[in-house]
T-cell receptor, first 116, second 109 residues
Framework: GAVVSQHPSWVICKSGTSVKIECRSLDFQATTMFWYRQFPKQSLMLMATSNEGSKATYEQGVEKDKFLINHASLTLSTLTVTSAHPEDSSFYIC????????????FGDGTRLSIL | GQQLNQSPQSMFIQEGEDVSMNCTSSSIFNTWLWYKQEPGEGPVLLIALYKAGELTSNGRLTAQFGITRKDSFLNISASIPSDVGIYFCAGHGAGKSTFGDGTTLTVKP
């Protein structure tokens, strides 16, 4: 069964709305979670690394005030797209890794975000 | 930064044929991973490789961790229509994972 749950799977909302996406590790503790963005027919683009109890580390070019990440517990990280605009429309995917860093990441099913 | 070269970019094959794809890097990785992504879903882990030279199978899938730790390949034998999707390699090292650009596989019945 799924080890990482991502919610919601699809969001359609008006421009200017803030959208929160949740990522939960279901049967393991994840000190590190990752947030990716994927455009059609392209690879995964790492946006940020979310560490439990500390500030997220953002990749170059990713606006931290635009994409707010909170990792308040060992099983939950959230990504909030603030004041979303049509150019923020994309497929957002989270992943989580178990406590030992050599364990592979497990991915959520992704969230398709459409901003009208 | 670390980069992976994944090839081929896409493949169109007939059902029953074998498939081979690979990833190479100028950097050394501690772990090589292969994922499959279907439309509208997140990637699903297929095979994880942890040691140089390791050869691992998962059903019709076989993957190897290159001796130099800079490359890996994935083979799919006797392909079937449900093998369609995008296959990603990922190298893990220095605390982060780097993904290839993916190989899109189309299988014609």
């Amino acid at each position: 069964g799924a080890v990482v749950s991502q919610h919601p799977s699809w969001v359609i909302c008006k421009s200017g709305t803030s959208v929160k996406i949740e990522c939960r590790s279901l049967d393991f503790q994840a000190t590190t979670m990752f947030w990716y963005r994927q455009f059609p027919k392209q690879s995964l683009m790492l946006m940020a690394t979310s560490n439990e109890g500390s500030k997220a580390t953002y990749e170059q070019g990713v606006e931290k005030d635009k994409f707010l990440i909170n990792h308040a517990s060992l099983t939950l990280s959230t990504l909030t797209v603030t004041s979303a605009h049509p150019e923020d429309s994309s497929f957002y995917i989270c992943s989580a890794r178990q406590l030992y860093s050599n364990q592979p990441q497990h991915f959520g099913d992704g969230t398709r975000l459409s901003i009208l | 930064g670390q980069q992976l070269n994944q090839s081929p970019q896409s493949m169109f094959i007939q059902e029953g044929e074998d498939v081979s794809m690979n990833c190479t890097s100028s950097s050394i990785f501690n772990t090589w991973l292969w994922y499959k992504q279907e439309p509208g879903e997140g990637p699903v882990l297929l095979i994880a490789l942890y040691k140089a030279g390791e050869l691992t199978s998962n059903g019709r899938l076989t993957a190897q961790f290159g001796i130099t730790r800079k490359d890996s390949f994935l083979n799919i034998s006797a392909s079937i229509p449900s093998d369609v999707g995008i296959y990603f390699c990922a190298g893990h090292g220095a605390g982060k994972s780097t993904f290839g650009d993916g190989t899109t596989l189309t299988v014609k019945p």
